[in-house]
């Protein structure tokens, strides 16, 4: 922005006029001492000379602040170790093909039609049922009932959560550390089940893992700038729904969401503290989510057993 101004010429004491000042000198450039410039930067006000110039929205601002104003500017934090290049979400996209596969199959063996899936063999085989799991030694169904629905309107409804919520993580996360934070909190959330519920409650359903997203995108919800209130909102809503229809599993759900956010915790370290995290520490933290898990397992068995 350049700035004009003007100097008065004071007349002598007798007023004839003979004597004036000499104008001001002008401002010279504050990194080109030896350069005069009529041009100031927008946004300190500093003098600049026309190598210094850098053009903006309004007049011209200095190098030292357009380096300052790219610094500031929000971008996905690093912290995670993913690379910031857009990425196809593959692992996304993988999971709902398997949901979708393992629904096909069920229903395929199912003698009441598409939507009474659960009848057929196959699905009984994988559901998780805690006395199964214990008495019988079928650990398998503590992974396998995550990838079961009851009905055609349960399997549409968790897909479309996992692809409203799914690519954002994985792109944020990268392939490798949300695939982790997924399965572990589905592996939570059955834990949870086995480890408090009923020991002849079936459970089945990816609303566990997906609650794990949920907390993953609450800790993130910075570097993948969501709308906080948005998000709480949806966060809220889901639990309301939760805990206000039956046949809903509680605990699957509140064990996938602490899972999912104590993995994520692991991976990208928690919301105060912005120091990046190693692919070691990751792992390590990852780690050590899974043995809270098998000790769990471990002690829910010799109660069973």
């Known amino acids: 922005m350049s700035e004009t101004r003007s100097a008065a010429v004071p007349n002598d004491e007798h007023g004839d006029g003979d004597a004036t000042s000499s104008p001001p000198a002008m401002p010279r450039c504050y990194r080109h001492p030896m350069r005069e410039t009529g041009v100031r930067c927008v946004r300190c006000d500093r003098p600049i000379c026309p190598e210094c110039m850098r053009p903006a929205s309004v007049g011209f601002q200095c190098p030292d602040d357009v380096k300052l104003g790219q610094v500031r500017q929000r971008t996905p934090r690093t912290v995670v170790g993913a690379s910031t290049r857009a990425q196809y979400p593959y692992v996304t996209w993988t999971l709902v093909g398997l949901n979708v596969l393992a629904y096909i199959a069920t229903a395929a063996g199912s003698v009441r039609g598409w939507n009474q899936n659960h009848t057929s063999h196959l699905f009984q085989s994988w559901v998780l049922v805690p006395y199964k799991v214990g008495h019988d030694g079928q650990y398998g169904r503590l992974l396998t009932a995550a990838f079961l629905h009851y009905g055609l309107l349960h399997i549409f409804f968790n897909m479309m959560a996992l692809l409203m919520i799914g690519p954002f993580l994985e792109r944020l996360l990268g392939t490798w550390r949300f695939a982790s934070v997924y399965l572990i909190a589905a592996l939570g959330s059955s834990v949870t089940v086995y480890a408090f519920d009923s020991r002849y409650v079936a459970v089945a359903g990816a609303s566990g893992a997906i609650y794990g997203l949920f907390a993953a995108a609450l800790l993130l919800v910075r570097e993948q700038q969501l709308n906080p209130q948005w998000l709480v909102g949806t966060i809220v809503l889901n639990f309301v729904f939760t805990f206000g229809v039956p046949g809903v599993s509680k605990l699957g759900h509140i064990g996938g969401f602490v899972v ?30 899974l043995v809270v898990l098998v000790i769990g397992i471990v002690w829910r068995t010799a109660v069973i057993s």
């Open 260 to 289: 999912g956010g104590l993995a994520t915790a692991a991976i990208a370290g928690v919301p105060w503290d912005r120091h990046r995290l190693s692919t070691r520490i990751q792992a390590a933290g990852l780690t050590g989510v």
